[in-house]
């Protein structure tokens, strides 16, 4: 069974979204992390770009395949998670706390409650 914290949105395609004060921490869900296998690079999106909600803006590789990272919600890319570069198998062991991939100031708040909650989200995955 997979860990899916309560106070966390998630996309459909296993990004969760922590938004606290305008600005959503972004990374992968313990499912998708799971699904995966060994994590062995991880492709982070440039600080400054703008992306949009539902587009590609980073890439995870493992032992089994490389993988696409969706936006969860459309915003600038304010910080991206640098330890990820030199240990992306951070994201295997902490999904959900130094495995975070980037930090977005969000464009519209409006998308986030478009996101599922954690009882959504393990309706999907189920």
Not at 22 to 43: F, N
Not at 70 to 93: F, I, K, M, Q, W
Not at 108 to 121: K, Q, T, V
Request: proline share 4%.
């Amino acid at each position: 069974m997979s860990n899916i914290p309560e106070n966390l949105r998630y996309a459909k395609s296993h990004e969760w979204a922590k938004i606290e004060e305008g600005v959503a921490t972004v990374g992968i869900t313990d499912y998708a992390q799971g699904s995966l296998g060994d994590i062995t690079y991880v492709q982070l999106p440039k600080v400054g770009a703008t992306v949009k909600a539902g587009e590609v803006f980073g890439v995870v590789e493992s032992v089994k395949a490389a993988s696409d990272i969706y936006a969860p919600v459309s915003g600038t890319v304010v910080s991206a998670n640098a330890a990820l570069e030199a240990s992306p198998d951070l994201l295997n062991r902490e999904p959900f706390a130094g495995g975070w991939i980037a930090r977005l100031k969000v464009a519209d708040a409006g998308e986030a409650a478009a996101l599922l909650d954690a009882e959504g989200y393990r309706k999907a995955t189920a």
